[in-house]
Structures are given as C-alpha cells and as structure tokens.
C-alpha cells in the first residue's frame, strides 16, 4: 500500500473572499501488500469453489469413472484373480487407494483447465491487471483445485466399507491428509501445463499425455511387485506411486490378512531392493508439489 496526497485548490483572491485551504487527503492505492496477496489468494479460491458447486454435472459426472473403476473393472479382476486373499480381503480392496487416488488425478487436472478457459474468453486479463502479485493468483489456483480434488476423493472415500475397507478414524484421517498431497501435487502440475496453454483443445491433448501414464505407472490398479525391469523402472519415476503405496499401505494396515498378501500388495515402492519408508515417499511428494507450484507461478508470471 502507498498513500499519494491530493492537492487542494488555490485560495480565490479576486473577490476579496478568503478560503481556507484544505487539509490534504490521503488516497490508499491497492496493491504491494502481503494482506492484498491473501485476500486475493481467498477470492481466487473462493471463485473455484462456486464454481464448482455450481456445476452438479460436473460433480456427478466425475465420480462415473471412478465407480466404474472400482465396481465394475474390481468386480470382473476379482472374479479372474481369485478371492483367495485373506478374510475379508478381495481386489477391490487393493484398487480402492488407487481409484481414490485416480478420483484426485483427474478432478484436479480438470479444475487446471479454467485457467484455458479463462485466457479465451478474457477474464484471465483482468486478474492479471489485478493490483496484486501473480504469484497469489497460482497460489488462490491450485488451494482451489485441490480443495475442489480433496472433496471428490471424500465422496470415494464414503464408500470404502462397500469394499471392505473399516471406517476406523485413524485410517480415515491418514487417507485425507495424503489425498490433500496428491490433490496439492496434481493441481500445481495442472497449473504450470495450462499457464503456457492458449488454446482448451491443446491443454486436452497435453493431459491426456501425462494424466495416463501418471494414472497407469502408479500401481493404482496392479501391484509393483515382480514388475518386469523396463516397467518397474517407469514406475519408479511416476510421482503419483509415492502417494498411491502410502494409502495403499495405511488400507492394509486395518485389514486383516496373512502377511504373505500384505507383503504383495501392499509391499511398498522398492529402489534396488530397499523398501522406501512411508515419510520419505511423502516427503518426496510434498516437495515435488512445492517445486511444480514455483514452476507454475513462473510461468503464470511469463503470461501475457
């Protein structure tokens, strides 16, 4: 904030008539300020939640894929595989973190595509103009994608016991705080991509390039046990498996089977034959997430 003093006007001395001269008033110009930055950070996000409330369809239509996924794709692998996993313990169990996971991937994403949109109809320009730094802007962007991601994931989250997954507070409150990870990571990928995208139907084709493999390499719907050497190297690299093995993890931890399947499915993401802890895999998601914000409010600075 700065204040810039108003001038008053000159006395009129020709008429003899004497007038006091005012007290200059002080003008507050916007902008500059850490409280413009988090009061616009607020409105950016509280823009993305309206707008996704308002939007029933969209809610509605993004949960299809994931149901599908885990009803009917779970179902049919259950079927194939076998049921001879332990008490209480069949294959949807195992694809549950990762459909929950796949739930935060693309709703996230998608929220990223607003910002196309909002570059081709010119609503985008008029935030840049905003009086305040563009690095809020990023920042009010991906709190609300991946408020928007969080809160489609707990609609999956609702149905855990439909799989055999226990409602235990415990498993509940972990799952949450690693779907706000993933939700954190997604929308800041999202964001740095559509920055530098003009055109909706160019975004579309770029994220159907990573959001698949992110997706597939995850071990969202195979373990990452006994991979080949080419596979189990690409899913070392995909980001989206050090969340997936940690939700994964904690859903085993509350189920009761032998340790044999435990160590299956939920063996963790190995590097040369060395389990990686449940902290380091976090760790690397939650600075990966930090990396990719500062990458995308660079390029939102770039944004012309």
């Not at 409105?43 to 009917?72: D, K």
């Not at 991937?105 to 985008?124: K, Q």
Request: glycine share 10%; hydrophobic share 55%; with cysteine.
């Amino acid at each position: 904030m700065s204040e810039v003093p108003v001038a008053a006007p000159a006395p009129a001395s020709s008429t003899g008539v004497v007038r006091h001269r005012a007290a200059p008033v002080a003008v507050r110009v916007t902008g500059g300020r850490l409280q413009d930055d988090i009061r616009a950070v607020g409105m950016v996000w509280r823009r993305e939640l309206i707008r996704f409330s308002r939007n029933r369809l969209r809610i509605i239509t993004s949960l299809v894929q994931p149901v599908l996924f885990l009803f009917v794709l779970g179902t049919g692998l259950s079927a194939l595989v076998g049921r001879g996993f332990g008490p209480g313990v069949d294959f949807r169990t195992f694809m549950f973190p990762g459909v929950v996971a796949m739930t935060v991937l693309f709703t996230a994403i998608f929220s990223s595509v607003s910002i196309v949109w909002d570059r081709e109809f010119g609503f985008l320009r008029e935030m840049l103009v905003a009086p305040v730094r563009r690095g809020a802007l990023v920042v009010g962007k991906c709190a609300g994608g991946a408020t928007v991601a969080t809160a489609q994931a707990l609609i999956m989250l609702a149905l855990a016991g439909l799989v055999d997954v226990p409602y235990a507070p415990s498993l509940i409150f972990t799952l949450l705080g690693e779907m706000v990870l993933a939700a954190v990571l997604i929308t800041a990928l999202g964001t740095a991509l559509a920055s530098r995208m003009a055109q909706v139907e160019s975004f579309q084709v770029v994220m159907q390039f990573v959001v698949l493999p992110l997706f597939f390499l995850s071990g969202a719907l195979f373990p990452l046990r006994d991979l080949p050497t080419w596979l189990a190297v690409l899913t070392k690299f995909d980001p989206l498996a050090y969340v997936v093995d940690p939700m994964r993890r904690a859903v085993f931890s509350h189920v009761h089977t032998s340790p044999a399947v435990r160590t299956l499915f939920a063996g963790g993401v190995t590097w040369n034959g060395w389990t990686v802890p449940i902290g380091i895999e976090l760790g690397l998601t939650a600075v990966l997430g930090a990396a990719l914000l500062g990458i995308a409010i660079y390029a939102f600075g770039k944004t012309d």
